[in-house]
């Protein structure tokens, strides 16, 4: 079974709205951390945001947020008032253990001016 | 730099090469993975370190892959008799081990295709 599901390979966004990337994940571990990457065109990954499973708030990083529902073991990246820039691959990511990291399959976001 | 170091970043070479790729990661991060991605696709995983052991190798595709770590630091990857299904992006990334909060930083990768 998939430790870590994204469930919308591909969506579009108009220029200055929000979006919203979905992100659903399962583990036993009572500690783990959740991580969303950014990969744009160019290939390189580029970490956007950490959410604690012991925090009590949601991640927030400038335009990033992370809405994380821990019962429903969701923890989905919000990206306010796209920007073209935005456009690109995005993968959640899952660290349990301290070492091992599952990645999603990814979401390809494309934002339209 | 301070950051993860791919070479070569680009690498093309005939089928039935073997190739070595290496990944120089960030000072003091002794966990290092890693990843293969196709045109388009997510990341799939090969092998992590932690130090120069290799707990997870579950990854490697074929007897034909194999990779290594010394000194707790510089990681190559090795493939033999290379076929044409090799060609992909290769990514190394690395971490402070032991930790749940600490991020995965990759490097820039080595496109590779095999002709």
């Known amino acids: 079974a998939q430790k870590i599901t994204q469930t919308q390979p591909g969506m579009f966004v108009q220029e200055k709205e929000a979006v919203t990337l979905d992100c659903t994940y399962d583990?036993?571990?009572?500690?783990?951390?959740l991580f969303w990457y950014k990969q744009p065109s160019s290939g390189e990954m580029i970490f956007l945001i950490y959410?604690?499973?012991?925090?009590?708030q949601n991640a927030t990083e400038g335009r990033y947020s992370l809405n994380f529902q821990k019962a429903r073991k969701s923890a989905n990246l919000v990206i306010s008032a796209s920007q073209l820039g935005d456009s690109a691959m995005y993968f959640c990511?899952?660290?349990?253990?301290?070492?091992?990291?599952?990645f999603g399959k990814g979401t390809r976001l494309l934002v339209k001016p | 730099g301070a950051g993860v170091s791919q070479s070569p970043s680009n690498k093309v070479t005939e089928k039935g090469k073997d190739v070595e790729l290496r990944c120089d990661p960030i000072?003091?991060?002794?966990?290092l993975y890693w990843y293969r991605q196709s045109l388009g696709q997510g990341l799939e995983f090969l092998i992590y370190?932690?130090?120069?052991?290799?707990?997870?190798k579950s990854g490697l595709p074929s007897d034909r892959f194999s990779a290594e770590r010394t000194g707790g630091s510089v990681s190559t990857l090795t493939i033999q008799r290379t076929q044409q299904e090799d060609s992909a992006v290769y990514l190394c990334?690395?971490?402070?081990?032991?930790?749940?909060?600490?991020?995965?930083?990759f490097g820039d990768g080595t496109r590779l295709s095999i002709l």
């Open positions: 990511a899952m660290r349990e253990g301290g070492f091992s990291f599952i």
């Open positions: 990334a690395s971490s402070l081990a032991g930790l749940n909060n600490q991020p995965q930083h």
């Open positions: 370190f932690q130090g120069n052991s290799a707990p997870d």
């Open positions: 000072s003091g991060h002794t966990a």
């Open positions: 583990t036993s571990d009572p500690s783990y951390g």
């Open positions: 959410q604690g499973s012991y925090d009590q």
